[in-house]
Nanobody, 119 residues
Framework: VQLQASGGGLVQAGGSLRLSCAASGAFLRINDMGWYRQAPGKQRELVAKIPDRGSTKYADAVKGRFIISRDGAKNTVDLQMNSLKPEDSAVYYC??????????????WGQGTQVTVSS
């Protein structure tokens, strides 16, 4: 499973950015898709994830500001980030949990895209 992320960049505080990620390759089904982020000197943390069925999950720090969406037919996941803050600055990683076969399931990661929010 390959994940190709796009979007990101530099924005002023209070601005918006949109991240997109597309999954490709050989897989039977994708379970969760989502976004994690990692700031310098910090651990990678969940930003938001969306299952193929069920409720989305957001980190407390982004609730009310970020919106995750998914297109199951296209195997894509987007993250709309609004009211950005300098503390949102990080490398953002697309994530998917997918079945490659009926018995093989795993976690997959995109290459990471930089988001920088200036104050």
């Amino acid at each position: 499973v390959q994940l190709q992320a796009s979007g990101g960049g530099l924005v002023q505080a209070g601005g918006s950015l949109r991240l997109s990620c597309a999954a490709s390759g050989a897989f039977l089904r994708i379970n969760d898709m989502g976004w994690y982020r990692q700031a310098p000197g910090k651990q990678r943390e969940l930003v938001a994830k969306i299952p193929d069925r069920g409720s989305t999950k957001y980190a407390d720090a982004v609730k009310g500001r970020f919106i995750i969406s998914r297109d199951g037919a296209k195997n894509t996941v987007d993250l709309q980030m609004n009211s950005l803050k300098p503390e949102d600055s990080a490398v953002y990683y697309c994530y998917a949990n997918a079945f490659r076969s009926n018995v093989e399931v795993g976690d997959y990661w995109g290459q990471g895209t930089q988001v920088t929010v200036s104050s």
